[in-house]
DNA sequence: ACTATTTTTTTCGAGGCTCGAATTAAAGAG
DNA sequence: CTCTTTAATTCGAGCCTCGAAAAAAATAGT
């Protein structure tokens, strides 16, 4: 509820409604009496609520496990969200890979499917193509009982706009402002969300790891280029007309190193994958950085940089000052939060770990270095899947409250 | 209203009083009828919400100012906050200076003192007593016609916590966690809000060009220290522990100039006022900067700088590079918004202008210079003033409204 | 001077919502 | 087969907003 905004009796009921659901997707299976106290809310609220969640199917009874069963008086019916209501598509988008997957509302997977797409010199209409025919292949090979489509993520590596449709800019593919929203919309006919990969890891690690990232908390992904998602205060935090904190171009140098990006001295110029082959390949700094870097190759230099002090560890230390220099404004600008490292940078953090806390503590001053709490995730595509499917489930939770009287079946186009 | 927080029907009578009260502090003069239309309440509504104000004397019929008066039907009859329902104090901590003033509730000044306090050399307690002497005069001199105190707001050049209670760490005076909000809110029996004077400026800014300075901006406080006031999305950014962005310690020069704060290449290392002399007087960057600079002094080699190309120009070069790295990253993070420059480093920007913007911008890519919307307000005292005032007054605002039965009198200490 | 018109504001009933108290439902315990 | 215990529902009171109708307070016209 905005501060500016009306309100109206009924937003009350529909707050009620999504705060139900919400804890209904924390625990999976909850009694009317736990959801009076997981919400405080009164019995008769809870009643109210759920029997309408239940006539509208969004909501079932799941007598069959009566775990608790040997106790005194009447026995608590267990509540569960229906997964048959509703199915959600994510797409992940990444380089020379596409891959989509089907989950029913409980967030249980029914199909998905990889694709090797040359993205590189794929048009935007090839992207497009290939991530239709994909959906469509899963939506017909999708049994018949399960709930209609009603909700798109799209996880990019690259820059959306601020409200979700277009994918602003992307380094894996030549075109830019792709409305992949927009086509989506049009053709499913459903709201679509298109946000940075990055965002999505910071959402599956809220859900992950909920004790160590709830409310502030930061992923930076390293790997073919660097990306941040951000939790503030409990939500995601998206920039004022693109989405994503762009960690990856805040100054390192000025007038350093050239960025993918096009302009000089970005953090990534020096911490991503390109930017450590084309240092430890002995190009100049402003050359063009490479556009596809080999994993095995990558894997190499680190191992290399792991067995002597040479070039390729001084490479590793480098851009471990880069992003120390980055979390080092960033801190400054936010206080330090948890940090979780995702993605091939990940797995070299032994290589720059010490430099990386380093800049970032200095060697004076405010707060020990060991404050600085980084956990390592190397592998981003089960965390990038699994934030695209809790986005799709919440956009459900949060919209299927709306139309109190007119029951499931209105959706808004609207993202 | 938070997302997974329990709504009751009253709520809804909450959120509908802080709209007539945030429009009626708009618009100064509204009649119901008006109301109707800025807020889009039904006239119903609007009737009940005022005259229940009216009754617990927060809103005045004001029939005197009839200006429509020859028009048709029935004369609107003019609403207006009540200006004796309450008195607010703002209390601005400065280096050398204490600055105390009492407003009414529709922010007219009622009375202020002006102290010079050495703060550098006071401690805690010396601040503290001279802030209550100063209040208690201005209270006492207070006629008794006017309202009683209901908030304090404290503007101070320091770090403060996301509480708004505690000044963490302010370079004007040697204590830290100072607990001025504890201290003034048992003493005067009010709430007590202590922030960032940038915050404030930001705050003040809002109200002052609200075309300019809506939901997304910055303003950077250029003086003894860099300070920065950030709105996103309409509110304020604070941090999750301290309460201040704290744009002035982002890092510009890994292990550079040593910044008062203790760590080494902190913007303000470069661009503050203390920089600027260090850099001029010879010194080397790594030495102790001075405490106070003579504004006179400064305004001097700023002239210099002006008149031949030397190394005060340099040294504001420097200055401008050091703000240009920080907005450049500033940007990644959130995207391009409208600066507000203020403070004594407003006063020289043409000296530093260039720089900056070369910096910000690069040499290619992304955006053109000209896109770098920045004004500059040399001085900040009424500024901060402007906002300290408006803090406790939307404070009242929104904070009235909770006991609609109990009236005025229930205030709660919490902040 | 008096009625008609116009505009503002209030009043009143309908329809939501939450909550507490009482009631009904559905088991195990004795 | 009754008693006890716990879960869930029902019902009335008290909020809230809103639309329609009524009341209030002025000007315009004859």
Not at 295 to 303: D, K, L, R, S, V
Not at 361 to 367: D, P
Request: hydrophobic fraction near 40%; glycine fraction near 8%; charge should be negative.
């Amino acid at each position: 509820m905005l501060l500016d905004e009306i309100a109206r009796p009924d937003d009350v009921r529909r707050q009620n409604r999504r705060l139900v659901l919400t804890v209904l997707r924390q625990h999976g299976l909850l009694s009317r009496t736990d959801i009076v106290a997981q919400t405080g809310l009164s019995p008769s609220t809870v009643s109210a609520i759920t029997t309408a969640l239940i006539s509208e199917g969004i909501v079932t009874e799941s007598r069959d496990a009566d775990a608790a069963a040997n106790r005194r008086g009447r026995p608590q019916v267990a509540l569960t969200l229906n997964p048959d209501i509703a199915t959600i598509a994510t797409v992940e988008l990444a380089l020379n890979l596409v891959h989509a997957v089907l989950f029913d509302y409980k967030g249980q997977l029914i199909a998905e499917e990889f694709r090797r797409v040359s993205t590189l010199d794929a048009t935007s209409d090839d992207l497009i193509g290939a991530i239709c025919s994909m959906l469509d292949n899963l939506l017909e090979s999708k049994t018949s009982g399960a709930g209609r489509l009603m909700h798109i993520s799209m996880g990019v590596q690259g820059v959306t706009d601020a409200a979700s449709t277009t994918m602003l800019w992307s380094p894996i593919t030549p075109d830019s402002n792709i409305p992949f929203g927009e086509v989506l919309s049009e053709r499913y006919d459903v709201a679509v969300g298109v946000a940075n990969d990055c965002n999505m890891i910071a959402e599956a690690l809220r859900w992950i790891e909920p004790d160590r990232y709830s409310d502030d908390f930061a992923a930076i992904l390293l790997s073919h280029g660097i990306g941040m998602g951000l939790y503030l205060k409990g939500k995601p935090f998206l920039g004022v007309h693109s989405s994503a904190a762009e960690f990856g171009h805040m100054l390192h140098v000025p007038d350093g190193a050239l960025c993918r990006c096009g302009r000089h001295g970005c953090i990534e110029a020096y911490a991503s994958d390109y930017a450590i082959m084309r240092k430890t390949s002995g190009r100049n700094p402003k050359d063009q950085p490479a556009q596809d870097v080999d994993a095995a190759a990558y894997e190499a230099i680190a191992n290399r940089a792991r067995a002597e002090d040479g070039e390729e560890r001084a490479a590793f230390r480098n851009a471990g000052q880069a992003i120390g220099s980055g979390l080092r404004s960033l801190f400054s600008l936010i206080d330090p939060v948890p940090v979780a490292l995702v993605g091939s940078g990940a797995g070299v953090f032994d290589l720059i770990e010490e430099d990386l806390r380093e800049v970032v503590y200095g060697t004076s001053g405010w707060g020990a270095a060991e404050d600085l709490k980084i956990r390592c995730y190397p592998d981003e595509h089960p965390l990038i899947l699994q934030g695209c499917m809790m986005t799709s489930l919440l956009h459900l939770d949060t919209q299927i409250f709306a139309p109190r009287d007119a029951g499931d079946a209105s959706l808004k186009r609207a993202v």
